[in-house]
């Protein structure tokens, strides 16, 4: 009887739902409900660099669910007032405001951090934008001017269903498919060499490296110019073995993101958070917005290894990819071609470093990043031309934003020597053309 009991109690205490709690991790906000700055959050909440020495933001034990208040990815200095002007005097510095680190208790490194999405939305002063920043995003060497798109976020459901509108993309709007675009644990301290010696090599040879950067670093006793570790506190803009700066449209509510553990308590944050995101974030941003992230929190032990230390994504959830697929659409195709004496932005630091062997080509071999650029090409080259399917004239700036967050990129094959192709899907569902869909249903 004696055993029949410990054994009782030990499936009660592993199924956990009576044991399992709720954690919040609060922002502070002002008067218009916009979180503060990150590096002037009295609660301490707030880190824009990786480091294993960051402190604990909240606690949290296996199974409980956690909500997350988020800042936006540039720690929002945008508003419905916003111009280019604005977007072009941003601090990249400050990128990106993540929430916590949360410590999960009985995780340790070498264990796995399975972390369910729940739930994504805007926080209260329900505004987004989608900009475009000079010296930033996919076409960086095409778009060098200052852009910025401002959504509305907190419109009345249509049938279910919650829409962003923008006054400079007219008779658009985007459907909520809420996911973080940055969420990762935190690299140990083996990692963060690895990471720092790996990106230092590339750095050297001109790769487009953003090395650590004291100024602005929060928190700034660690990571400021004055911090003991202020040389090896990582940007977040790339994504590496913790996750972090992964941009991946499909890791909505239904999916579990799975992230071996480098520290004790894995660290856990979120933030740069998206209503929605084509696959390729081709200007540099989706919809970004403050936040409301619901997730919840287990640990699977000792599977790091197993997963040769890398992130990865998983649903049991039927049908949660294809709630991301439209109705309609229409799609353009690029191979690796190119004007001959041209070298796209990303592949600068190749043509450099191979005494200019790219530029007198208009072909080149097996290059999936020029064949997405061309087919992006040619998608504004349709939006802004006689065939566009946009119900207003669009011009290219308004374009390429709007691909941003409402065009995607997909590998199509690659087998076909020289020209790989990348096809590139717009969603001809987000415009809306006065169907009857206006309707609240709610």
């Not at 959050?41 to 997350?68: K, M, Q, S, Y």
């Not at 209260?124 to 976020?153: C, K, M, Q, S």
């Not at 007219?170 to 301290?189: D, K």
């Not at 950067?213 to 073995?241: H, M, Q």
Request: glycine share 8%; aromatic share 6%.
């Amino acid at each position: 009887m004696k055993s029949i009991l410990i054994t009782a109690a030990l499936v009660a205490a592993a199924a956990g739902p009576s044991f399992a709690k709720q954690v919040r991790i609060p922002v502070t906000r002002d008067r218009d409900k916009v979180p503060v700055p990150c590096g002037e959050d009295p609660l301490r909440t707030c880190h824009n660099r990786w480091h294993p020495d960051i402190p604990a933001a909240a606690e949290a034990d296996p199974g409980d669910t956690v909500i997350f208040e988020t800042r936006d990815a540039f720690d929002n200095p945008f508003n419905r007032r916003s111009t280019p002007a604005t977007v072009a005097a941003a601090n990249l510095n400050l990128i990106h405001p993540l929430t916590g680190p949360l410590h999960v208790r009985g995780a340790r490194r070498g264990d796995v951090l399975a972390v369910t999405m729940i739930d994504v939305g805007p926080g209260p002063d329900n505004f987004g934008y989608t900009v475009a920043v000079p010296g930033f995003g996919f076409l960086r060497d095409v778009f060098t001017d200052p852009a910025i798109a401002h959504w509305e976020l907190g419109a009345p459901a249509i049938k279910g269903t919650r829409f962003a509108t923008s006054r400079d993309l007219p008779g658009v709007r985007l459907p909520l498919h809420g996911f973080a675009g940055t969420i990762g644990v935190e690299l140990g301290r083996p990692e963060i060499e690895t990471a720092f010696s790996r990106e230092e090599e590339l750095r050297a040879k001109q790769g487009f490296v953003l090395p650590p950067e004291p100024a602005d670093a929060v928190p700034a006793a660690l990571c400021g110019p004055k911090g003991n570790a202020r040389d090896r506190c990582l940007r977040t803009i790339p994504p590496r073995e913790n996750g972090g700066n992964t941009d991946v449209k499909q890791m909505v509510s239904g999916t579990t993101l799975l992230f071996p553990c480098f520290i004790d308590g894995c660290g856990l944050s979120v933030g740069d958070v998206h209503w929605a995101q084509g696959d390729g974030e081709v200007s540099g941003t989706a919809i970004e917005m403050n936040a409301i992230v619901t997730v919840k929190v287990e640990v699977r032990k000792n599977l790091a290894a197993a997963f040769g230390n890398w992130p990865r994504f998983e649903s049991n959830r039927p049908g949660v990819l294809k709630e991301l697929e439209p109705d309609r659409f229409i799609a353009t195709m690029g191979i690796p071609v190119k004007p001959a004496g041209v070298v796209m932005a990303p592949e600068l630091w190749i043509d450099v470093n191979s005494n200019h062997l790219l530029r007198p080509l208009r072909n080149e071999s097996e290059d999936v990043t020029l064949a997405a650029r061309d087919a992006l090409l040619k998608m504004i080259d349709l939006l802004t031309g006689p065939t566009s399917p946009a119900p207003s004239k669009l011009n290219a700036e308004q374009a390429y934003l709007l691909c941003s967050v409402a065009c995607d990129l997909h590998i199509s094959n690659l087998v076909d020597v020289p020209n790989y192709v990348v096809s590139n899907f717009l969603q001809l569902d987000v415009f809306n053309r006065g169907d009857g869909g206006d309707e609240d249903d709610d």
